[in-house]
């Protein structure tokens, strides 16, 4: 399994960004997948999720800013962060389970400033 997500950067708060995970070694398609971030000191949480039929949830910090979206043709999921603020800066991992076992990407910085 690998996931590379990608799309990360500096962003005034207020702005929007959109980050991408491009996956491999598994059923894309049936698979439910996920973002999780860490801001530095802190432990990492979950962003939100997005089922193999679509189906997300979101944790409430960031619910009416953030969207989540697969495309199975392309094996890619992504994270649109609109209205960002300071507190959402973090490193943001792309996620998944295949056989019973937690899968993370290599991780994104964002970085959200005044």
């Known amino acids: 399994v690998q996931l590379q997500a990608s799309g990360g950067g500096l962003v005034q708060a207020g702005g929007s960004l959109r980050l991408s995970c491009s996956a491999s070694?598994?059923?894309?398609?049936?698979?439910?997948l996920g973002w999780h971030r860490q801001a530095p000191g802190q432990q990492r949480e979950l962003v939100g999720v997005?089922?193999?039929?679509?189906?997300?949830n979101y944790t409430d910090s960031v619910k009416g800013r953030f969207t989540i979206s697969r495309d199975n043709i392309k094996r890619t999921m992504y994270l649109q962060m609109n209205s960002l603020k300071l507190e959402d800066t973090a490193t943001y991992y792309c996620?998944?389970?295949?056989?019973?076992?937690?899968?993370w990407g290599q991780g994104t910085l964002v970085t959200v400033s005044s």
């Open positions: 997005i089922s193999s039929g679509h189906t997300t």
């Open positions: 070694g598994f059923n894309f398609g049936i698979n439910s």
């Open positions: 996620w998944t389970t295949h056989r019973g076992r937690e899968f």
